[in-house]
């Protein structure tokens, strides 16, 4: 490369790269892309067509940007180019083909932004019409023919067929718009050739027209196959055949031929000149045989075809069974039998039978009869009829030797209640289909077949008394033997549905006391067995749950309490119903001897009472005869540690008073007495008890209190004064005081020796 030539490209790049720095510089805006199809989107072929793409883009100077065109295929490039300037791009299809027919699309780039136009369809109608040639239009019989088909001006994927008279000989597939194609022509005569193609797009396929028809003429060759059956009269089965298979009027010396015998799809011989195959005439699907000889030379191939029909000697034998149906270790009749023969070659007596697999032999006088014990399981047989060399077999008998019925069965499914209806079943093991009988105390029901396996007998049935029923079932799976079985017999027990429930307390509910044993007895009218449970009020939780087959049962609470007081029930189910008690109220009394304890409490406390409100009674008697007696004080110039003497009745108001106060130097309102004219009667009238009289004695303290210690209250000396009959009493010992209680009848003095008691109530007498 020179100098100018570097500088150039020098120059080329700085431009380039100053108007890329520009470009990226300026702003611009795609604002539609616009795909037109010129002259219009339907042509025909051979028509040039435009496609124009039409941009709109706004930039921000006038200077040009560079612009990428791409045109689309059904979404596949097509064509692409980058111009510098704003006209439109134009896309140039010179003499359009169907093969352009699709979906187009314009695309514009400009430094990455991209904008696609709208697709326009583009359809091209008509193909060029294909011209056939050959390599030659005369050739002999088995020679190849080579054939050439082109479509003119057209482009794309192409299919090529050849045909011989309309009849498709060869196909071919490329993308050029001619093929060549290499054939025979196996007979002789005129063929007529002629091709055609079709082109596939990515949406059809598109045929064209039939070329025009070359003629060939083919010489066909003199050879003929000849085949020759003997004896060319009527064959029956057993007969000898002899087949010949031979070629004629061949007269090529330089090239050889192939013999081909055939029987239907079996190849008998080959060879390379007359063939004999010698046969006997023996038809294995159709009376018919079929034979085929065949040449070949210079993979040309020639055929002849015969048919013979060959006269059944005797028919294929059938083997049967006596009786139908044969039970596990029955003897069973199996006969073998060929019902047609022909008479004109054979008799009856010269079939012999045999049957496979058995070491019987036949009956005697009875060909084909064989007499045979039927095994314990599924068994096949088979027999064969033979005369004259040919043999036939019977198709397989397979025997299933069938079960007698065994292990009867009887249950029910349901419970039996008195006039609701229940379910019986029968079962057993036997061969199916078994006939089931249903007795009743010996009297028939019903009866059942079961042809599946696993099935039950199902019996519904209805008892209308109470007692005891007996049920059994027969089973029979054979018709021609008397051969059943039977069940046990079923006793059944009628449930009669509860009814008249009565609950009883023990004892009764008004004389239940504490500590007894209350017992509820709960009976009803039915059968067992019975479910008794005892609720208490209140909760579903019973009390006991007992079950029974007697109609009645109890329940005890012991000892019982106040806290079982409430209100009781019972309820009773047997299966067939449930009924339930009314409530029964329990209320517990209280214990005896609580009640006796109680009634010896109060009389004890009575008791008290009474004893105290006499004691109380008396004493306030006592009180007011004290209260209305003299008191008396007699002092005999006492000195001032002498005794006071001070007598009291129960006249005196002082009988009561809380304290005493005792003065030498004045009178006191103890020495006061009242006049000794009131007579005794009056003072008897006050009370009917008899007189007593206290005399208080005072001891006098000392005022020394060196001596004696001032106290509170005195030294008291009771002593007790019977009354004489007269009312005098001695003179009072001024040294103590004396109580004395007078007596009508008797007057006695006792002298008390003086006690010392401290009481609180009377003061120390002051001086």
Not at 137 to 146: F, L, P, S, Y
Request: proline share 5%.
């Amino acid at each position: 490369m020179g100098l100018p030539q570097r500088f150039i490209l020098i120059l080329l790049s700085i431009y380039l790269y100053s108007a890329s720095v520009v470009n990226t510089q300026q702003e611009f805006k795609i604002q539609s892309v616009k795909l037109i199809i010129e002259p219009r989107n339907d042509v025909t072929a051979g028509t040039n067509v435009t496609l124009r793409c039409q941009a709109t883009v706004s930039t921000s100077t006038e200077k040009g940007l560079i612009r990428e065109y791409t045109i689309l295929k059904n979404d596949k490039i097509v064509y692409t180019k980058t111009i510098g300037s704003s006209e439109d791009f134009v896309y140039q299809l010179h003499n359009a083909r169907v093969f352009s027919t699709g979906l187009y699309q314009c695309k514009l780039d400009i430094q990455g932004d991209t904008k696609l136009s709208k697709a326009q369809r583009l359809n091209v109608q008509g193909l060029s019409q294909p011209v056939l040639h050959l390599e030659r239009n005369v050739v002999n019989e088995g020679e190849e023919v080579q054939a050439t088909c082109i479509a003119p001006g057209e482009i794309g994927s192409f299919i090529f067929f050849f045909f011989d008279n309309d009849e498709q000989m060869s196909r071919v597939e490329g993308l050029s718009n001619q093929a060549k194609a290499t054939f025979r022509l196996s007979s002789g005569g005129i063929h007529k050739i002629h091709c055609s193609y079709k082109i596939r797009t990515a949406e059809d396929t598109f045929p064209s027209t039939k070329s025009n028809n070359v003629t060939v003429s083919v010489k066909e060759l003199s050879i003929t196959p000849a085949l020759k059956i003997s004896p060319d009269s009527t064959i029956y089965e057993g007969d000898h055949l002899n087949i010949s298979c031979s070629a004629h009027n061949f007269h090529s010396s330089s090239e050889g031929y192939k013999l081909f015998l055939s029987q239907g799809t079996k190849l008998l011989r080959t060879g390379n000149s007359t063939i004999n195959h010698n046969m006997v005439a023996v038809p294995k699907v159709s009376e018919a045989l079929t034979f085929d000889c065949r040449v070949e030379v210079r993979n040309v191939e020639k055929y002849t075809k015969k048919t013979i029909s060959v006269v059944e000697l005797f028919s294929v034998p059938s083997l049967t069974m006596s009786p139908t149906e044969i039970f596990q270790g029955e003897i069973m009749t199996l006969t073998c039998n060929s019902e047609r023969f022909a008479s004109q070659r054979i008799n009856r007596e010269d079939l012999e039978y045999t049957l496979y697999p058995s070491k019987n032999l036949p009956s005697s006088g009875k060909p084909g009869v064989f007499n045979v014990k039927a095994l314990q399981n599924d068994f096949n047989y088979t027999c064969s009829a033979e005369a004259k060399g040919i043999k036939k077999d019977s198709k397989t008998l397979m025997i299933r030797p069938k079960v007698h019925v065994s292990a009867l069965k009887i249950s029910i499914e349901d419970k039996v209640i008195l006039k609701k209806s229940f379910t019986i079943l029968c079962q057993s093991n036997g061969s199916l289909p078994i006939n089931y009988t249903l007795f009743k105390d010996n009297v028939q029901v019903g009866t059942k077949v079961i042809r599946e396996r696993n099935r039950q007998a199902v019996f519904m049935d209805v008892i209308n008394k109470p007692g005891e029923i007996q049920y059994r079932c027969e089973a029979k799976n054979s018709l021609h033997s008397n051969k059943t079985g039977s069940s046990q017999h079923l006793s059944v027990n009628v449930i009669v549905p509860l009814s008249q429930m009565t609950l009883t307390v023990i004892p009764t509910p008004l004389e239940i006391s504490e500590g007894e044993d209350l017992r509820f007895i709960c009976s009803v009218n039915g059968t067992g067995p019975v479910t008794f449970k005892w609720y208490r009020t209140g909760s579903v939780v019973p009390l006991q749950t007992n079950t029974t087959t007697e109609t009645y049962s109890s329940f005890v609470i012991k000892p019982v309490s106040k806290n079982d007081s409430d209100k009781y029930y019972c309820e009773a189910s047997n299966g067939a119903s449930k009924v339930r008690s009314d409530n029964v109220d329990v209320q517990v009394l209280m214990a005896l001897w609580k009640k006796m304890l109680i009634i010896v409490a109060c009389l004890l406390l009575l008791s008290v009472l009474l004893l105290v409100a006499s004691m109380l009674y008396i004493k306030s008697k006592r009180d007011r005869r004290e209260a209305a007696a003299e008191l008396s004080v007699k002092p005999s110039s006492p000195k001032s540690d002498d005794p006071l003497t001070v007598n009291l009745t129960h006249d005196t108001d002082v009988y009561n008073a809380a304290t005493v106060k005792v003065d030498r130097t004045e009178v006191s309102v103890w020495s006061k007495r009242k006049p000794e004219t009131e007579s005794d009667d009056e003072i008897s009238k006050m009370s009917n008890e008899p007189n007593v009289e206290y005399t208080e004695v005072v001891h006098a303290r000392s005022t020394d209190p060196a001596r004696v210690p001032l106290r509170k209250g005195t030294d008291t000396v009771y002593s007790e004064l019977q009354n004489s009959p007269h009312g005098a009493a001695d003179p009072p010992d001024y040294g103590s005081v004396e109580y004395a209680e007078l007596n009508r009848e008797q007057f006695e003095i006792s002298q008390y020796h003086p006690q010392v008691h401290s009481y609180q109530d009377l003061p120390e007498p002051v001086d």
